[in-house]
């Protein structure tokens, strides 16, 4: 799932200047109006869902950064190996051996990644039961992102997805549903996250 980082720090850097700013403003008021503690509350709400965001991209960078070695060695020099191996051994069979140890050695890493990391890298793995699957960041992200803050809603609309028969019904169920009513925007990250999700439960 490709995010703009850039754009996402921005966003952050958005929302607490504006915070400071509204905060700034409403200091010198004896009663500050409940609509202005409203948006304050919002303003915080989002800059929360952003920030929990930012940080699951972060930790997905970290578990991509700690594969690069292994493949930025086989893919900077991959004509050297090749032709080391069969000069400087006269049985390529044990050679082939030590290959094939040093990539399950590289592979070992992998299977200890934490299970929250693994999901983010492994977009593609299917999941047998939405809710399950959710952790309590994204169930609240989804919700203020997708259901107008509404837990219940997302909550009842992963009941009426788990029913469907395929993942073109539930594509089709969504966006009659919800992604019309609710005005969401396709290019919206946590949009495309729910999709990704709802995908992988029909794989």
Do not use: C
């Not at 009941?159 to 009513?181: H, V």
């Amino acid at each position: 799932m490709n995010y703009d980082v850039a754009k996402i720090r921005k966003e952050l850097t958005n929302l607490v200047d504006k915070l400071k700013e509204q905060s700034d403003s409403v200091s010198n008021m004896e009663h500050v109006p409940s609509l202005e503690i409203n948006v304050m509350m919002a303003r915080v709400n989002r800059l929360y869902e952003k920030a929990v965001l930012y940080k699951h991209i972060l930790i997905a960078e970290e578990s991509l950064k700690e594969q690069v070695p292994a493949q930025s060695f086989s893919s900077n020099e991959p004509v050297t190996p090749i032709i080391e191996t069969p000069v400087e051994t006269s049985a390529p069979t044990v050679k082939a051996e030590n290959n094939s140890l040093s990539s399950t050695q590289t592979l070992k890493p992998e299977t200890n990644i934490p299970e929250k990391r693994k999901s983010s890298l492994l977009e593609g793995t299917p999941i047998s039961n939405i809710k399950k699957h959710l952790g309590i960041n994204e169930r609240y992200l989804f919700a203020n992102e997708l259901f107008k803050g509404k837990m219940e809603d997302l909550m009842n609309a992963i009941d009426e997805i788990e029913n469907q028969s395929s993942f073109e019904n539930a594509q089709g169920l969504i966006k009659t549903k919800w992604a019309n009513s609710h005005q969401w925007d396709e290019d919206n990250a946590q949009v495309i996250s729910f999709y990704k999700i709802v995908e992988r439960r029909f794989l």
